[in-house]
C-alpha cells in the first residue's frame, strides 16, 4: 500500500481537461510545499512534470499544472492530448525525511 | 545536458550481493545530493535511499524495508554514486533508478537499470 493515495485511472477526451487527486497526510503533503509529479510512459523512465506543488521545469508544457489544498494535492492537464496517456505518480518529502510516493495513475486519452 | 546512467544489474539468487552504478554528467555532480528509486515490475515507484553533498555532510539515508542491507556511496572524483545491495531478497527486484534530488524534486532520472533476484 502506497503512502499517498491516487486513482488508479484517469480519462478524457482530446482536448478536455483531467484533474488527478494525491491524498496524503499532515506528515507529507500537508506538512510541506515539497509535492512534485512525474509522468511514466510504457517502458519509459519517469519524467518531472512538476515541482514544489506548481513550479513546471520549462520544457514541460503549460497544460500541466499543480496545486495543493490541505492534505491533498492536484495535478490537472489541460487540452488532453494523445501524448498525454501515460502513468503519473505524485511524491512529497515527509516527516520521516524520506520521499513518499502515490500508487500511480493510468491517464488513458479517449 | 544532464545524463544519468545506471548500470551493474542483472539476475541474482536470494542473499546475493550487488553494486549498482550511476555515472553523472552535465552538472556540478559535488554540489548535488542523489537518490535511488525503484519500480517493481508493474508496481509503482519507491524511494530507496539518498546522499547528500560533501558540503551537506555527505550522510546517507535508506527506506525502512532495505535499512541495514542497503549502503549508499560516492566518488566525487569519478562524479559517480553508487548503491551496495547485499542479503538481496526476491521483493528486491526491481528496476532502480538514480536520479537527482533537490527540495524534495528527482529532477533528472537515469534510464535504470533492472536487478532480478531469483533462484
Known amino acids: 500500500q502506497s503512502a499517498l493515495t491516487q486513482p488508479p485511472s484517469a480519462s478524457g477526451s482530446p482536448g478536455q481537461s483531467v484533474t488527478i487527486s494525491c491524498t496524503g497526510t499532515s506528515s507529507d503533503v500537508g506538512g510541506y510545499n515539497f509535492v512534485s509529479w512525474y509522468q511514466q510512459h510504457p517502458g519509459k523512465a519517469p519524467k518531472l512534470l512538476i515541482s514544489e506543488v506548481s513550479k513546471r521545469p520549462s520544457a514541460v508544457p503549460d497544460r500541466f499544472s499543480g496545486s495543493k489544498s490541505g492534505n491533498t494535492a492536484s495535478l490537472t492537464v489541460s487540452g488532453l492530448q494523445a501524448e498525454d496517456e501515460a502513468d503519473y505518480y505524485c511524491c512529497s518529502y515527509a516527516d520521516t525525511k524520506n520521499l513518499v510516493f502515490g500508487g500511480g495513475t493510468k491517464l488513458t486519452v479517449l | 545536458e544532464v545524463r544519468l546512467v545506471e548500470s551493474g544489474g542483472g539476475l541474482i539468487e536470494p542473499g546475493g550481493s550487488l553494486r549498482l552504478s550511476c555515472a553523472a554528467s552535465g552538472f556540478t555532480f559535488s554540489n548535488a545530493w542523489m537518490t535511488w528509486i525503484r519500480q517493481a515490475p508493474g508496481k509503482g515507484l519507491e524511494w530507496v535511499g539518498r546522499i547528500k553533498s560533501k558540503i551537506d555532510g555527505g550522510t546517507t539515508d535508506c527506506a525502512a524495508p532495505v535499512k541495514g542491507r542497503f549502503s549508499i556511496s560516492r566518488d566525487d572524483s569519478e562524479n559517480t554514486f553508487y548503491l551496495q545491495m547485499d542479503s538481496l531478497k526476491t521483493e528486491d527486484t526491481a528496476t532502480y533508478y538514480c536520479?537527482?534530488?533537490?527540495?524534495?524534486?528527482?529532477?533528472?532520472w537515469g534510464q535504470g537499470t533492472l536487478v532480478t533476484v531469483s533462484s
Open positions: 536520479t537527482v534530488y533537490s527540495s524534495g524534486t528527482c529532477s533528472y
